[in-house]
């Protein structure tokens, strides 16, 4: 009989793309969305909590990484045939649940959630395929007052966790803007501009040409959106380039242009620096780009109404500001679309300052609910990266610190284990975070460096001895970690890290310790 083939061992290894967190990580994270819901719910939004999983059919927006499998999500067949896939973000499932739910909601809805997504998307550096996003939306409203008190929202949750006024500033745009700035040079709303159908120079009749050369037939907006998009990173003249004949790259490969005219190429640059000194000015020289457009018209009104509303609450520019240059997002927003940008420096991987940049957005999307009720439903909402955002707070030294442990009680007398978790219950009902040491008591130097490795601050020691006297010792590791770095031996006489107290006191004796430690 042949001998049976031992099955190997499962490796030990964190499925690729994405990452374990640890205590410290999953604290930083829960004190910083619980500073954010607090400002959500003081707004008067409810919070919702959805499932991780909806039916293909749903999510109906698949993401663009066509390479991957399900084109970017991870999706099953159930029992019964039906797609389910695990959510990629926040905003499709609020959707479904809006339609499925509405004549149970109020109107307008106002929610927030915050949870993790998943993304079957190649991973990278910092690039992960599960994430965490915090959402906070209204549903059921047109009113511009919404999209202006979702940004005083966003403003506000930025600051409490602790992101300062001036390293900060939430950025409006309004899709309809750039909406009329195409209209005016012949793009409409589907995939157009046919050059054939344009009133063009010669120069535009040549390139028309090379266009029938290489079969193309028509620019679509999202091409032209693509490349407006790219302003931030390739500036005035190299979108102007992307948007006509192409450009070569930093590592030297052609990149072909959209194809559009000089003229259109300008009258799109002139949209996306128009930003003036004032509101004002800004807003004029918007209604300047969009010309006689009724679309660009509407945009550019929204934006006043917005800035009007900001006003009258005291957000002023330096912390809400009208920017042409928002393009993020605009082909899937409907009108006002915005983006939180932290201003201040940090180091790249070679050591070059550059700015932090984006750590949210959002907009208007008035077309999401539609697919499940065939009737358009006004939303508008913000998404926070969770990541990016605990990310700027450890740049600015507000996080990352390290973690504070339990009080350890040790165990000196095995046979005692009652008195120890008699001592233990009193600290826990006080209040005050706190385990006794459950390893092998023989040893007590490796409980001290068990407390070392959990970051205890405290160590409570109560030998045969103590208990006799009715006394308990305790030590204070912080202290004593700071005293071993720097301390002379007369600083130790002086500062003592272990000091006796009254088994009655304990409770008293170690919250004291504590507030020494954290004063």
């Not at 240059?325 to 009108?335: H, K, N, P």
């Not at 990310?391 to 120890?420: F, H, N, S």
């Amino acid at each position: 009989m042949a001998k049976q083939k031992k099955q190997p061992r499962p490796k030990a290894e964190t499925p690729k793309g994405f990452r374990d967190y640890f205590g410290a990580d999953v604290e930083e994270r829960r004190q910083m969305l619980d500073a954010i819901a607090g400002v959500y719910h003081r707004y008067g939004f409810d919070a919702l909590e959805s499932s991780g999983v909806e039916t293909v059919e749903a999510l109906g927006k698949f993401l663009p990484d066509v390479d991957r499998p399900n084109e970017g999500v991870f999706a099953w067949q159930d029992e019964d045939d039906t797609w389910m896939a695990l959510r990629y973000d926040l905003t499709a499932p609020l959707a479904r649940v809006y339609a499925q739910h509405r004549n149970d909601l109020p109107t307008p809805y106002r929610r927030y959630a915050m949870g993790p997504v998943w993304r079957n998307e190649k991973p990278g550096p910092g690039r992960y395929r599960q994430f965490y996003q915090c959402d906070a939306d209204t549903v059921g409203t047109a009113s511009m007052a919404a999209d202006a008190e979702i940004c005083a929202m966003l403003s506000d949750a930025l600051e409490v966790v602790g992101i300062p006024r001036g390293d900060y500033v939430v950025r409006i745009n309004n899709r309809k803007v750039l909406n009329g700035v195409l209209e005016s040079i012949g793009l409409s709303e589907d995939l157009l501009l046919n050059p054939r159908d344009m009133s063009v120079s010669e120069a535009a009749e040549a390139l028309y040409s090379e266009m029938v050369r290489k079969n193309i037939e028509k620019i679509s907006r999202e091409d032209v959106l693509r490349q407006v998009d790219k302003f931030d990173k390739a500036g005035e003249a190299g979108v102007r380039e992307l948007l006509t004949d192409g450009r070569q790259d930093a590592s030297g490969a052609f990149i072909d242009g959209v194809g559009l005219t000089v003229e259109a190429a300008d009258r799109i640059i002139q949209f996306l620096t128009s930003k003036g000194d004032t509101t004002a000015a800004t807003l004029d020289n918007l209604a300047a780009a969009v010309g006689d457009s009724l679309s660009g018209q509407e945009g550019v009104n929204e934006l006043r109404q917005i800035a009007n509303l900001l006003a009258a609450q005291g957000y002023g520019p330096e912390r809400i500001v009208i920017d042409p240059s928002v393009v993020r997002g605009l082909g899937y927003y409907t009108g006002p679309v915005f983006e939180a940008e932290l201003t201040f420096e940090i180091l790249d991987d070679k050591g070059r300052p550059r700015q932090f940049g984006s750590v949210a957005g959002g907009g208007r999307y008035d077309d999401l609910v539609a697919r499940f009720t065939g009737q358009t439903v006004p939303a508008v909402g913000v998404s926070i990266g969770v990541d990016r955002l605990l990310a700027a707070l450890r740049e600015k030294g507000r996080m990352g610190g390290i973690a504070q442990g339990p009080v350890v009680v040790t165990v000196m007398d095995r046979d005692r284990m009652a008195d120890y978790q008699s001592m233990v219950a009193e600290l826990r009902n006080a209040g005050i975070r706190a385990e006794v040491y459950l390893g092998n008591p023989k040893n007590f130097g490796n409980q001290m460096k068990y407390a070392d490795r959990r970051g205890s601050p405290i160590a409570v020691i109560e030998g045969g001895d103590e208990k006799e006297k009715g006394v308990v010792q305790l030590k204070d590791l912080i202290l004593g970690a700071k005293i071993a770095e720097s301390a002379t031996l007369e600083e130790w006489k002086d500062r003592p890290s272990q000091i006796e107290v009254s088994r009655a006191d304990l409770v008293a004796e170690v919250r004291k310790m504590l507030d020494d430690q954290n004063a």
